[in-house]
């Protein structure tokens, strides 16, 4: 039988995440309630729990609305499937044929699997081949690939450039305090008005506080940023939702960004480097960047690909579906 998360026993949906999904995925019960009914976006109508005659839960689908009404950009009439969880593939069609039909009624043209505001997924993990296979079959086309990076940061070697773009005078990196947090708004407003502003002022405002991010000045002008996240925060966003699969001591890095009028200049790998070699020095080890095509650049500074993601996406008009889908 079908219910709404208006029922949800967090621990136990945690539970059965953990079980479905390869030990590096594993999240805890607060981490997937913030990222889903916790979500300003968070479908209640469309996102759906199976259970047993016992009321005890077997699988689950999280579904997101467009964030167009958070801020510009998003297309407001696709939605996005951020997680299908179930053991049985029979229970996961059943799930996904509620979800789309839901959708499609209420004016939804197109799905995207994970990509959404406090997300789990960039994609469909490569290594998750049960769930490739289920969204192929459900129709979803598939796209490029995103990947996650990831290096030990007590083997890192800073970039030589890069070290020497640090010492130049005009040139600094360094976290960002509390008293930078105007200049560090207004930055993010002019250079990234779409998610990346939304995404950092959630976490600063979660957080308490703004020394998480490191920032680059040039001329005392703030000319970019690196978001950082470790165990010990409270509000875990992108990569950091799946922290404990980096073992301990583990940390993340992005989104980083640079004006666009300091592009070109060697300065994004003089951020990227400082911030870097903060976290070493503040004993961090094991650090993910998430949802990146930047492998290349990554790579010239230690890191290797670490996750693959497949892209997928479900035009809704050209699919047919039941008419009659069952509504709780």
């Known amino acids: 039988m079908f219910v709404g998360f ?11 995440w953990n079980d479905c999904l390869p030990d590096g995925y594993a999240i805890s019960p607060d981490i997937l309630k913030a990222n889903s009914v916790d979500c300003p976006v968070f479908d209640w109508g469309a996102s759906v729990i199976d259970i047993d005659d016992d009321a005890k839960p077997l699988g689950f689908v999280v579904v997101k609305r467009s964030a167009a009404k958070l801020y510009h950009g998003p297309d407001p009439d696709q939605a996005h499937l951020s997680a299908v ?15 789309k039909q839901n959708l499609k009624d209420r004016g939804s043209y197109k799905i995207v699997f994970g990509q959404d505001i406090r ?7 490569s290594d998750v081949a049960s769930l490739r296979d289920l969204l192929m079959i459900e129709g979803f086309e598939q796209g490029g690939k995103y990947y996650d990076v990831q290096q030990d940061l007590s083997a890192y070697k800073p970039d030589e450039k890069a070290l020497h773009k640090l010492k130049e005078p005009e040139v600094q990196v360094k976290p960002i305090g509390h008293d930078q947090l105007p200049q560090f708004e207004s930055f993010m407003k002019a250079e990234f008005p779409g998610r990346w502003t939304y995404d950092t002022a959630a976490k600063v ?21 690196a978001l950082t996240q470790d165990e010990k925060h ?5 990569g950091a939702v799946f922290g404990k699969g980096l073992g301990a001591k583990w940390c993340t890095l992005g989104p980083i960004g640079v004006a666009k009028d300091t592009r070109g ?40 690909i670490y996750r693959t993601y497949m892209p997928f996406s479900l035009k809704l008009d050209e699919v047919e579906l039941e008419s009659d889908v069952l509504e709780f």
């Open 85 to 99: 969880v179930c053991p049985k593939p029979k229970m996961a069609v059943e799930m996904l044929a509620f979800v």
């Open 119 to 125: 997300h789990f997924f960039a994609g469909c993990p």
């Open 205 to 225: 405002k979660a957080e308490s506080g703004c020394s998480f991010v490191y920032g680059l000045w040039v001329k005392k002008d703030m000319k970019g940023f």
């Open 265 to 304: 200049q060697g300065l994004g790998d003089a951020l990227l480097t400082g911030a870097l070699m903060g976290m070493k020095r503040a004993g961090k080890r094991n650090c993910l960047i998430d949802w990146t095509v930047l492998t290349d650049w990554y790579g010239k500074h230690g890191f290797k």
């Open 234 to 238: 409270k509000f875990p966003i992108s």
């Open 6 to 16: 208006h029922h949800a026993r967090f621990d136990a949906l945690a539970q059965i």
